[in-house]
């Protein structure tokens, strides 16, 4: 597998540092509001590489943060009267809820919380401090950037640049306009800790190095994150990380694109911001998944009613697909596989199974993985009938589910109806035999109206909420 590492600006082959193990690191939320469609992205894409490395038979240890103090959290607390935990303990719930609506959970995901690893990020700062790369002013400690070794190399940012473009303070007490806080002293109305330099709060970028380090040690397999994420955070975390350990932090670095909302940047003042429970309240949340899977992670993405509309569309033909199958089973009868099995099955195992490894190989490349599901419902729905073998339809559905579940879809459970909903259905299926076919329309159409599609099969009624 070749990823495309942001460091090196080349794809690598992609070698763990431990055979059979990977440990990923991802750049978690900060947890004052609901999580938006931005923060989406690098959720789902970096869950989807950790299931396909799953699917290679590799064990994966995850981890992503939350960031639980924060100025944003403060003013938030503040401006409600409440504790800062009060707000976080809020939004780690309701984030929790987003992420099991873009099925995240699984599999195990590691969520440390800044707040629990205090007194990791002091002994952090303190090794900093004696090795002269940090410095405390009136109970702020800074990161003395001119002791990193290769600033910038991620970003590919020149130190003496961001210099000269820095604007500096009257008040400034810094030695260096590009030293960044490690640690901030505590001002009235905030929260604190003790520590060597006074009560006070650890800064944005030391959370991450310290929590990578603690969880999964002093050099991991990939960090990754969104690409705005590049610099100044993962910038300055390699400095302070390298710095610190005196080993390579990352060897792979991996970052996404951003989306537009209609082609505009999303934000807040042109309002075109949408939460990811916004958007739970008009679609289900696999088909943002979904959505978030159709481009290439490194590409940007346009985000929109339409296009929205489409990847519902293209998932209700993957379930379809599964549906039949699952029907199927029913009606088939299990024989020796003929020579026209051999061929089907020849034929989905190049054109789906073996294009869509060869697409996640290749960085990743969900939007041609998604591809090769659509080849393989394709053959379903044109070979696939009730006089098949019940072999071939089992090797199908079992392919379909195979693949699927690398990229977290058909997750969706049978869901139960009102006994409202049954027993007009069951109304309309003694119409029919009655062929009363009037009260039987006249139940599709009050079916319709409930949101509830219906379907006369082989094997029955099915129905579905639309």
């Not at 789902?44 to 943060?65: A, H, M, P, Q, S």
């Not at 800044?114 to 400690?141: C, R």
């Not at 537009?260 to 429970?277: A, L, P, W």
């Not at 490894?357 to 044109?382: C, E, G, P, Q, Y």
């Amino acid at each position: 597998m070749k990823l495309y590492n942001t460091l090196t600006r080349q794809k690598e082959e992609f070698i763990p540092l431990k055979a059979g193990h990977v440990t990923m690191y991802n750049c978690g939320p900060t947890v004052y509001n609901f999580i938006h469609v931005g923060n989406a992205r690098p959720l789902c894409v970096f869950d989807t590489l950790r299931r396909y490395f799953i699917f290679k038979g590799l064990d994966v240890k995850f981890v992503v943060n939350f960031t639980d103090i924060d100025d944003k959290i403060i003013n938030k607390a503040n401006d409600e009267g409440v504790s800062f935990t009060d707000i976080t303990e809020r939004y780690i719930k309701e984030f929790k809820k987003d992420a099991g609506g873009l099925n995240l959970y699984e599999y195990e995901t590691i969520n440390p919380r800044a707040t629990e690893h205090i007194d990791e990020i002091i002994d952090f700062i303190s090794k900093l401090i004696e090795k002269g790369a940090a410095y405390e002013v009136n109970g702020d400690v800074y990161f003395n950037i001119d002791a990193a070794k290769d600033y910038g190399k991620l970003s590919h940012k020149k130190l003496e640049d961001l210099i000269s473009g820095a604007r500096i303070n009257i008040n400034e007490i810094k030695n260096n306009p590009a030293d960044f806080a490690l640690w901030k002293a505590k001002k009235e109305g905030e929260p604190a800790w003790n520590s060597p330099w006074g009560e006070g709060r650890p800064g944005w970028h030391i959370e991450c190095s310290v929590m990578a380090k603690t969880l999964l040690g002093d050099t991991i397999d990939i960090h990754s994150g969104g690409e705005d994420l590049q610099f100044p955070h993962h910038e300055n975390e390699i400095a302070q990380s390298e710095t610190c350990n005196e080993v390579p932090f990352a060897k792979y670095w991996l970052h996404n694109g951003m989306i537009t909302v209609n082609n505009e940047k999303m934000s807040k003042s042109k309002n075109n911001f949408f939460t990811v429970r916004e958007i739970s309240e008009e679609y289900d949340l696999e088909v943002l998944r979904f959505f978030l899977l159709t481009a290439h992670y490194r590409s940007p993405i346009n985000f929109s009613r339409e296009v929205m509309d489409q990847s519902k569309n293209s998932l209700e033909r993957i379930y379809n697909a599964k549906n039949k199958l699952e029907e199927l089973l029913e009606l088939t009868e299990e024989k020796d596989y003929s020579q026209e099995d051999k061929e089907y099955l020849g034929i989905i195992e190049k054109e789906s199974k073996e294009m869509f490894v060869n697409s996640m190989d290749d960085d990743l490349n969900t939007a041609d993985a998604i591809t090769a599901i659509f080849n393989l419902v394709k053959a379903v729905n044109t070979n696939l009938d009730e006089k098949s073998n019940k072999k071939i339809v089992i090797d199908s559905l079992n392919m379909l589910m195979e693949l699927s579940k690398v990229l977290g879809i058909l997750n969706k459970e049978e869901e139960n109806i009102d006994e409202e909903v049954e027993s007009l259905i069951q109304e309309r299926e003694d119409a029919r035999k009655d062929k009363n076919f009037a009260r039987a329309d006249e139940i599709r159409d009050i079916l319709l109206s409930m949101n509830i599609a219906i379907e006369d099969t082989r094997t029955g009624t099915k129905w579905k909420r639309i």
